[in-house]
């Protein structure tokens, strides 16, 4: 069984930065994805990365975030520039096609 483990939330102004993290306890040669979850809203998918790389984004992302790995260390980033408060939210860590799933890392962008 794969453990996920995210880090990396926080609070943050409008227009600032973070960088999301995601480790895995055994090596994963699956695509994994950033999934978010806002309040009072379903979770919705935010990037995805295949294992030896090329990642796709949701269309809100605008070029605002990107996604990248190193399967030499099991991690899994999300770099994530220009925030706005609409992407206040839990951001999770996800193995394609698996229920395995991270507990979560607050991400809260507000003046």
């Known amino acids: 069984q794969v453990q996920l483990v995210e880090s990396g939330g926080g609070l943050v102004q409008p227009g600032g930065s973070l960088r999301l993290s995601c480790v895995a306890s055994?090596?994963?040669?699956?695509?994994m994805e950033w999934y978010r979850q806002a309040p009072g809203k379903q979770r919705e998918l935010v990037a995805s990365?295949?294992?030896?790389?090329?990642?796709n984004y949701a269309d809100f992302v605008e070029g605002r975030f990107t996604m990248s790995r190193v399967n030499d260390n099991n991690t899994v980033f999300l770099q994530m520039n220009s925030l706005k408060p609409e992407d206040t939210a839990v951001y999770y860590c996800h193995q394609e096609g698996s229920n395995y799933w991270g507990q979560g890392t607050q991400v809260t962008v507000s003046p």
């Open positions: 055994l090596f994963t040669p699956w695509p």
């Open positions: 990365i295949g294992f030896r790389g090329s990642p």
